[in-house]
């Protein structure tokens, strides 16, 4: 998926090619590296030298920014690949916690809602005759 070229970072070519191996899609890869990104910017030296007292501030300097709930749920699944796949460290991410997001459910029409589209669509269907239906020649 993401280009390769020789000033890549070496810790960002090993997450390149664990991500290539397990065939993430190219969104995944692209959002995974920008997290991976925000956190060394957010530290100022490699995560590769982090400690889980550092992940644990980071998530909570990005509550803190007013980072929605999803971003901060996707910038933890970049961080997890990094630290369980391509660091093999675990250990690192076993504290943080995804933020819970609430689910939408869907809309229900009301029996009015539903019967008003489907009255409706019936009075055209039964003032329909033989004339009104044109075949194919």
Do not use: H, W
């Not at 998926?1 to 090619?17: F, Y």
């Not at 692209?30 to 991976?36: E, K, L, P």
């Not at 007292?53 to 990094?82: H, V």
């Amino acid at each position: 998926m993401t280009q390769v070229n020789e000033t890549v970072n070496p810790l960002r070519q090993r997450m390149i090619d664990d991500m290539n191996m397990r065939k993430l899609s190219p969104k995944t890869q692209i959002g995974y590296i920008r997290a991976v990104a925000r956190f060394a910017k957010y530290l100022k030296y490699s995560p590769a030298q982090a400690a889980s007292e550092e992940l644990r501030q980071f998530q909570i300097a990005l509550a803190e920014q007013g980072t929605s709930k999803i971003t901060i749920n996707a910038t933890l699944s970049g961080l997890q690949f990094l630290y369980c796949k391509t660091l093999n460290r675990p250990d690192i991410v076993d504290k943080l916690s995804a933020v819970p997001t609430p689910r939408k459910l869907p809309q229900i029409l009301s029996l009015e809602e539903v019967e008003r589209p489907v009255r409706s669509r019936m009075r055209g269907v039964v003032g329909l005759e033989v004339r009104d239906i044109r075949l194919p020649d």
